[in-house]
């Protein structure tokens, strides 16, 4: 069993980011808070940067890693995010805090197509030399929130820890046909801002790895599948990659996997409101009967 701890609440990240900013000399006027999801993402208008808070500070070496990505990143030809020149990851209050230039977002959102073009130029650079990219880890941090909740049904818990070790099983029986790459590891559209000159600009790289590309692949064809994505737009994502993940017949496992991970991310923040408490039991019925091909709220 994992340590218990209280959950990362808004109110804390706001606090984390007071105590940070004041650590480097920056200022919170007018911050804004983008999103809380594994990390709390603010705005700061005055300093001009945007500020990621980790939930822990057992994520202290990915934060290391997203700083070495970035800057590897930034002497290729992917457009990416690009840290502020601050010695980082800094540690407050247990935890890693990173800050990044803002991209001028057009407010158009990213098309499939533009992260299978993405996906397909990341995946097809050489590995970074100057770091080592750790092994694809597809159930980090998955079973730390189920230890964690410690509010939840104990029945569901129960079925939570069931499945993953199911799920355990049956990724490690699945075998690839294409080599080992750089991937992002959490390959959606949200983690790309159009620019307002056309330019998807890749972002969060907390989970950058080194695997398999069936794996970033399996991600928006999973949220295809859950009516995240139109035919025409997973149809193009495919012709522009030039690959359907979905023809491989280890593509169940993986959509399971990320069903799974889903719902476990979402169940970090049931304690934000009703809807979001709502839509993980909806998630969770989803998992106890995968026949019942639910449609998903985005989150």
Known sequence: MGVSRSPFTSDEAVTVLGEACRTVGVSTSGATMIRLGENAIFRLPAASLIVRIARSIEVLDDARKEVLVAAWLRDTELPAARTADIPQPIVTLNHPVTFWHPIMDSGRK????????????????????????????MFGRVKERIDQATDLDPRDLEFLRGRLAELRTEYNDLAYSSPPCALHGDAHVQNLIVDPGGTAVLIDFERFAFGHRETDLSVTATEYEIGWHTDQEYADFCRVYGYDVRTWDGFPVLRALNQFKMTTWLMQNVHEGPTVAEEFRNRLKTLRDPSSRRRWAPF
Not at 111 to 134: G, I, M, S, V, W
């Open 110 to 137: 990213a098309r499939a197509d533009e992260l299978a073009a993405t996906l397909h130029q990341l995946h097809d650079l050489p590995p970074p030399t100057e770091f080592k990219l750790p092994e694809l880890n």
